[in-house]
Every structure is written in structure tokens, then in C-alpha cells.
């Protein structure tokens, strides 16, 4: 079965560091998602691309969080500098439209 | 106020019971509908889309009214496998499709 593969599957680290967590969708959807997980908000979207181009990032705090598509077969979202607020479970997902399937998530811890 | 609400449960119910959940979305442009499915600590997965003249699918039926910009899931004969957390999902048409996911309903079944 065709997976979208997230890494790394958990990271600790320290305030101020910067974080890269990187994706790689299923091939041949074209769109893909980008949503932060937390007990108190839910699923938040944060950022979506169709066909590699930016279509909404409004949900992503600009001044430190980044969303990119260097290819078909990667994306990144990237924080810098993380903050202890950032603690989450980071979720990318693919599809045609929808997210149609997801990643096992980036568990991700800022001390 | 966010964009997809949802009831908050938790809901504790026997094996054997039906039980129903209620999603209200608030934006016009509202195209498509879903209800996924998260298990603990893993990831969302679609459970099934939802149309306007109702759909089933097994012990699940699911309701858009469209009107009252309303979307509800009903599992009959419920079974302990269906504890899980119970996810709306809506499409916003916008330069692309924006998905955006409610904060989900917990369901526990028990013996």
C-alpha cells in the first residue's frame, strides 16, 4: 500500500533550536497538507500546496514557522526557533483534493 | 467562533448501542464533507464522505443538511473496535480546497 512517510517520527529538543520535519507524499497527489495536533485545539491546518505552489499558509505563525516544496516528492516545514508552544504532533498529509492520506505524524517535543 | 464545531463528548455507551454525532460548520462556501477516524495516538483516516441525500455505509449513516449547514454520523449495533475519536471534516472552496477538521467527538464502547 502507497504510504505518506513522515520523518523523524520524534524529536526532542531545546528551545531555540531550529526543527525540520520532512514528508514525502504519495505519488501522484498533487496536493499536500500540513497540520499541527494538540490535546487543546485539534487538528489546526497550517499550510497547503497544489501542485508544489503555497496555496494557504495563513494558519502558520510566519515569523518562525516555513513551508516549502523543493519537489514533487518532498516537503518540509521548518521552525526557527522552536519555542516550548510548538510542542505537538505535526501531521503531513496527500490526496487529489482532500487529505486523503496521512502520515504517521512528527511527534515533536520543545523543552 | 471556529469554523467546524463539533460535540465534545466524551460519549460512554454499551456494546449494542446506537449512538449519533452532530458537526455544524459556519463557512457558506462549504463544498465537500467527511467523517475520519483517529485512533489513539495514530493518525486520522477517512471513515466516509457525507452527501446531501444521506449515505451508509455498514452500521455508519451520515446527514448533511446543508440548509442548516449541518452534518451528523449515526453508528448502529456499536462494537468495542469503534472507540476511537470521530473527526469532521469540511472542504472550503477557496484558491484551491482548504480542509479543515473539527475538534472531534471521543467515543467509548464498552462490554
Known amino acids: 500500500d502507497a504510504r505518506v512517510t513522515q520523518t523523524p517520527r520524534d524529536k526532542v529538543t531545546e528551545m531555540g533550536q531550529e526543527v525540520t520535519m520532512r514528508c514525502q507524499p504519495i505519488?501522484?497527489?498533487?496536493?499536500v497538507f500540513w497540520y499541527r495536533q494538540t490535546m487543546m485545539q485539534g487538528l489546526e491546518l497550517l499550510a497547503y500546496?497544489?501542485?508544489?505552489?503555497?496555496?494557504?499558509d495563513s494558519g502558520m505563525p510566519k515569523d518562525r514557522f516555513s513551508a516549502e516544496m523543493p519537489d514533487a516528492t518532498l516537503a518540509t516545514l521548518k521552525i526557527q526557533p522552536s519555542e516550548p508552544r510548538d510542542s505537538a504532533v505535526y501531521f503531513c498529509?496527500?490526496?487529489?483534493?482532500?487529505?486523503?492520506?496521512f502520515g504517521d505524524g512528527t511527534r515533536l517535543s520543545i523543552l | 467562533r471556529k469554523e467546524v464545531e463539533q460535540d465534545p463528548g466524551p460519549f460512554n455507551v454499551p456494546e449494542g448501542a446506537t449512538v449519533a454525532f452532530n458537526c455544524t460548520y459556519s463557512?457558506?462556501?462549504?463544498?465537500?464533507f467527511f467523517w475520519y477516524r483517529q485512533d489513539c495516538r495514530k493518525e486520522p483516516k477517512l471513515l466516509m464522505s457525507?452527501?446531501?441525500s444521506g449515505n451508509e455505509d455498514g452500521r455508519f449513516t451520515a446527514q448533511l443538511n446543508r440548509a442548516s449547514q449541518y452534518i451528523s454520523l449515526l453508528i448502529r449495533d456499536s462494537k468495542l473496535s469503534d472507540s476511537a475519536t470521530y473527526l469532521c471534516?469540511?472542504?472550503?472552496?477557496?484558491?484551491?480546497?482548504?480542509?479543515?477538521f473539527g475538534a472531534g467527538t471521543r467515543l467509548f464502547v464498552k462490554a
Open positions: 505519488l501522484g497527489h498533487n496536493t
Open positions: 471534516v469540511v472542504n472550503i472552496r477557496g484558491g484551491g480546497f482548504k480542509t479543515i
Open positions: 463557512n457558506s462556501a462549504s463544498q465537500s
Open positions: 457525507v452527501y446531501s
Open positions: 498529509a496527500s490526496g487529489p483534493q482532500r487529505p486523503q492520506h
Open positions: 500546496f497544489r501542485n508544489r505552489a503555497p496555496l494557504d
